[in-house]
């Protein structure tokens, strides 16, 4: 992927790993656009020099007025990344669970489908483009406490694999970006382990570089949970992420 000439929208990028993305595109030459729910985080990113676009993916409505906007004034569009995403902690014991199951699973997934259903036309008719979805490590390797993260994640993994066979011919890419913890939008505070921001950034742009571009991009810090069932770790690693389940409230005492 040639990054220097590029028309970039991201999606969820006004904070943590979707902002840090977007200097990184627009400093290796990129036009880039960033779409999201902040009003605040929108002025300070348009005072940066970005075009921004309100944005709110768990409604259709909101998805396809962004989309006429941006199309408006980035007619070129070429790379769409779906960033936006939400982590929420359940206890599946407790029923009441259940409407951030619902809203996570809307945010992540169902929110991930509504940004690519809107633009696929678009880059279907340019002849050209590439959509750069977003999934985690954990997709592959649980963290027991969010449950709906993970399967909404796997879950996008699987639609970014099913998307990419069903666009082959058209000129259009799908990359998957797999992120590990990043020390980033509070992870740092729960996750010492986290990966600091501008490394993990600086890698994610190397892999975006190469040519061909890899089809999932997996900083090394990642490759541990991608490839855990086949390397015969994934049962000791849950068991071990199992006992972060001691932070669930419902757990304590």
Same mark, same amino acid.
Request: charged content about 20%; glycine content about 10%.
């Given at each position: ?24 595109f ?33 409604? $259709?409505?909101?998805? =396809? ?17 779906t960033?936006?995403?939400i ?15 619902q ?26 483009g ?5 999934? $985690?490590g ?9 449950p $709906? ?19 082959d011919? =058209? ?12 020390a ?19 890698e ?8 061909? =571009? ?18 015969? =770790? ?20």
């Amino acid at each position: 992927m040639n990054l220097s000439n590029r028309t970039v929208l991201i999606v969820g990028g006004t904070s943590g790993i979707g902002r840090e993305l977007a200097r990184r595109f627009a400093a290796a030459g990129s036009t880039v656009a960033v779409g999201g729910r902040s009003p605040e985080a929108l002025a300070e990113l348009a005072g940066e020099g970005f075009g921004t676009f309100a944005v709110d993916v768990t409604d $259709s409505s909101s998805v =396809t007025s962004a989309r006429d906007a941006v199309l408006a004034r980035y007619p070129e569009l070429d790379t769409v990344v779906t960033m936006s995403g939400i982590m929420l902690l359940e206890d599946l014991r407790d029923p009441a669970h259940f409407e951030a199951a619902q809203t996570t699973i809307d945010t992540n997934l169902v929110g991930t489908i509504r940004v690519i259903d809107a633009f696929t036309p678009h880059l279907i008719r340019r002849g050209a483009g590439t959509f750069v979805t977003v999934t $985690s490590g954990i997709a592959f390797l649980p963290f027991p406490p969010m449950p $709906s993260y993970a399967a909404s994640k796997a879950a996008v993994h699987a639609y970014s694999e099913a998307l990419r066979a069903q666009l082959d011919g =058209t000129g259009v890419g799908v990359v998957e970006l797999v992120p590990p913890a990043v020390a980033a939008a509070g992870q740092e505070k729960v996750n010492p382990n986290a990966l600091p921001l501008d490394d993990f950034a600086t890698e994610v742009m190397q892999l975006l570089s190469e040519d061909p =571009t890899p089809h999932e991009i997996l900083v090394k810090g990642v490759l541990m949970h991608r490839w855990a069932e086949r390397d015969g =770790t994934y049962d000791d690693l849950v068991a071990q992420r199992s006992r972060a389940l001691a932070m669930l409230p419902g757990r304590q005492g």
